[in-house]
């Protein structure tokens, strides 16, 4: 659970961590957390990713944003602080379709596109997901214990679970 | 948007609110008020920052804007002012409702399908464009879960957000939401301009 060493990683942002710290990235909807961690050199990073492709977007200088340059960013960023990028155990959680946007028949299914765009940036990166909660209706949020490299995902109305 | 295009807005959402406010009181049979307090802008992803943190679970009623301009229309505010709200259109005593059930949900639902129609229509009013709302969606979910979607549909253009703090009065009930419109930005300019002076 959240406790007083909870650093939230807000949309659009990423956050490397060493401390036995909690990143927490609160409400996901269409957006997708990725959750990275070495269990050797015991240092964790989470992405909140809220869109596909930096190619669409106007603010390149925020990387956290897309999933193209958010998953490498945090890739680079958790290796310069002495992670081994084989030895990273990356989870993803959200991508659901909380709300249908534009009325019925006009549904954006970003967090599908989100999910893809992720699973695509991995596989280009030579990396594989050790697990996953994605899709569906419901908003989540997803919790990386940096101490033990833990992932919990709550939803509402259910109890909380490990991924 | 400067504070003076905002100034010419608040006559608008004044007349939109007085009208949802006569047919929300047609509605339950009982006198019931509707008011925008104050229009401001804010970034959209600070907005689960009003209603306890984007973790936080709010009820919502979303409606999309169609017509001359495409955008969004969302009215949100915590579980327990909904359920306040509920009780107000049911009249049922105060604490009655205590979850989004189906009757609560469907209260919920009109009182956020008069709210943007009634604007929309006052905003047709002075700009002459046509506009009118999807029927409405209520969801009670995170708010960051409910408005991320919405924001990534916007942020290639614009991420800032019209908030009307709005608040239903009946006798000595009240009820306080956010009531949120979010033009895609190049209709912002058309609704702008077409303000009155």
């Known amino acids: 659970m959240a406790s007083d060493r909870t650093r939230a990683v807000g949309m659009g942002e990423l956050a490397i961590s060493h401390s036995d710290e909690v990143l927490a990235a609160y409400g996901l909807g269409s957006c997708v957390g990725v959750a990275a961690w070495d269990p050797v050199a015991r240092v964790g990073g989470l992405a909140h990713v809220m869109l596909p492709s930096s190619a669409i977007g106007r603010q390149p200088e925020a990387p956290g944003r897309f999933a193209d340059t958010a998953v490498p960013t945090l890739v680079a960023a958790l290796t310069r602080q002495g992670a081994n990028k084989g030895r990273l155990i990356l989870k993803i959680a959200g991508g659901a379709q909380v709300l249908a946007l534009g009325g019925a028949g006009n549904t954006l299914a970003i967090g599908e596109k989100n999910v893809a765009a992720v699973r695509q940036v991995l596989r280009q990166l030579g990396l594989s997901l050790a697990a996953e909660d994605v899709g569906g209706n419901n908003g989540r949020t997803m919790l990386l214990h940096v101490a033990t490299g833990q992932v919990t995902v709550q939803t509402v109305g259910q109890a909380a679970r490990t991924l | 948007m400067n504070d003076s295009k905002l100034a010419t807005l608040c006559p608008v959402a004044d007349a939109g609110f007085r009208r949802a406010g006569q047919g929300l009181s047609e509605m339950a049979g009982t006198d019931i ?56 259109l049911l009249e049922l005593p105060s604490g009655s409702t205590r979850e989004l059930d189906g009757l ?46 919405v924001l ?46």
Do not use: W
């Not at chain 2, 802008?41 to 001359?68: E, M, N, S």
């Not at chain 2, 008069?114 to 708010?143: H, W, Y």
């Not at chain 2, 306080?176 to 058309?190: D, G, H, K, N, Q």
């Open chain 2, 33 to 88: 008020a509707a008011t925008a307090t104050r229009i401001r802008r804010l970034p959209l992803a600070k907005v689960p920052d009003l209603l306890g943190g984007p973790g936080v679970v709010v009820a919502t009623v979303y409606l999309a804007i169609k017509g001359d301009v495409e955008g969004h229309m969302v009215l949100m505010m915590p579980l327990s002012e909904a359920c306040a709200l509920a009780d107000m």
């Open chain 2, 152 to 197: 990534a549909d916007l942020s290639m253009e614009s991420d800032q957000v019209l908030i009307i703090d709005t608040l239903f009065a009946q006798s000595s009930r009240r009820v306080s939401a956010c009531f949120l419109v979010l033009p895609r930005e190049r209709y912002l300019e058309l609704i702008l301009g077409r303000l009155p002076r």
């Open chain 2, 104 to 149: 609560a949900s469907s209260a919920l639902g009109e009182v956020g399908n008069l709210v943007g129609s009634f604007f929309l229509a006052a905003l047709a009013d002075v700009t002459s464009l046509r506009l009118s709302p999807t029927p409405p969606t209520i969801i009670a979910d995170m708010s960051g879960a409910v408005l991320d979607a």
